[in-house]
């Protein structure tokens, strides 16, 4: 049986900012909520998404190149 350690460590890698950016969301936004109350939580979600953004566009042009990379070389 063979295993496939990239396709692992891209999975794990994907699970572990996934769930970074879930606990930045989930617990940055509930104690702001909690502290600041219901508008501050909006604008901190809000702040949030803006600020997480170019990392986002930046991950995405990678994984452009990539599958453009992939289909110009099927052998990789």
Not at 4 to 32: C, E, F, H, P
Not at 50 to 71: D, E, F, M, Q, Y
Request: hydrophobic share 50%.
């Amino acid at each position: 049986m063979t295993r496939d350690l990239r396709k692992y460590a891209n999975q794990t890698n994907t699970r572990l900012i996934l769930g970074g950016i879930g606990l930045l969301y989930i617990v940055g936004g509930s104690l702001i909520y909690a502290i600041y109350g219901r508008e501050a939580a909006i604008t901190g979600v809000i702040c949030l998404s803006v600020g997480l953004s170019p990392l986002i566009l930046a991950w995405l042009a990678l994984n452009l190149v990539g599958w453009i990379a992939k289909r110009a070389d099927p052998d990789r």
